[in-house]
């Protein structure tokens, strides 16, 4: 066994997560925020169920005083092709805060037919509580 690839892929789902593992994680209770870093009018027009908006560009130690360090913040953004859901974990991470990250973001959540919200809400499996 290659104890170098063990401890990489070890730190990898230490550090990130797909859209079956949040949904798992929602629909069993698990103590997690989702955080979306897009703009308020990306926010508006879509988003996952339940995400608060929280702009890359605006996290600092004011915009997250009342957030519960508690909990594990699961970041994203649109998908592989914007990188917002990393500022937001590498901000988040940096204000002592445990974070993840939605690898995919909102376009592989979408594509595995989960449900959005927003003013262009797609239809799909909702989060129903209870493992």
């Keep these: 066994m290659n104890i170098e690839q063990l401890n990489y892929y070890s730190a990898k789902l230490s550090y990130e997560m797909d859209s079956a593992d949040l ?3 929602l629909k ?3 103590d997690v925020v ?3 870093g897009r703009s308020a009018a990306a926010f508006k027009l879509e988003h ?17 005083a009342n957030l ?4 594990t913040y699961v970041c994203y953004c649109d998908g592989i092709g914007c990188n917002a859901s990393t ?4 901000k988040l991470l940096t204000l ?6 939605l690898i995919g973001g909102l376009d592989w959540w979408k594509r ?4 959005t919200q927003g003013e262009k809400a797609q239809s799909g499996t909702g989060v129903v509580c209870g493992c």
């Excluded at 500022?87 to 590498?90: D, H, S």
């Design 87 to 90: 500022k937001t974990a590498l």
């Design 48 to 64: 996952i169920p339940g995400a608060v908006n929280l702009p890359h560009r605006e996290i600092c130690s004011n915009t997250t």
């Design 68 to 71: 519960d360090r508690d909990k």
């Design 96 to 101: 002592g805060f445990k974070v993840k990250e």
């Design 23 to 25: 949904f798992d994680a």
């Design 34 to 36: 989702i955080v979306d």
């Design 112 to 115: 595995d037919g989960y449900e």
């Design 28 to 30: 069993c209770g698990e």
